[in-house]
């Protein structure tokens, strides 16, 4: 049981299964499983990170298991999965988060540039 929110974490979301896991189980199995799975959320967190800062929101990972949106006004959203990340930052930007939108292309390609700057 998550000791902060008090709810049982049994379940699997789609977004978080591993290469190679079995596509019907649902169940969370702890050791270098959980290991590999909350290192890919971090990851997850820093791509996301990158995309939505184009909207004004930053988000962090959550108690180990879930992902918490913010805006620059203190608003803030709880989501449960990487699922439910994309709905809760258009609600919270105001506005449709579009992946082909050429001013969010042209963001994210000035961020790789620097990158590939610094690298």
Aim: aromatic fraction near 6%; proline fraction near 2%.
């Amino acid at each position: 049981m998550c000791v902060l929110c008090g709810e049982l974490i049994t379940q699997i979301h789609w977004t978080d299964k591993l290469s190679g896991e079995d596509e019907q189980s649902t169940t969370i199995v702890g050791g270098a499983s959980q290991r590999t799975r909350t290192r890919d959320h971090h990851h997850r967190v820093k791509i996301l990170n990158e995309v939505l800062e184009f909207y004004g929101l930053n988000v962090r990972y959550w108690a180990g298991n879930r992902y918490m949106i913010s805006d620059r006004k203190g608003n803030s959203v709880l989501c449960t999965n990487l699922s439910e990340v994309w709905t809760e930052a258009q609600n919270l930007a105001g506005q449709p988060v579009d992946p082909t939108d050429s001013r969010l292309v042209n963001h994210l390609s000035l961020i790789g540039d620097v990158k590939g700057n610094m690298g």
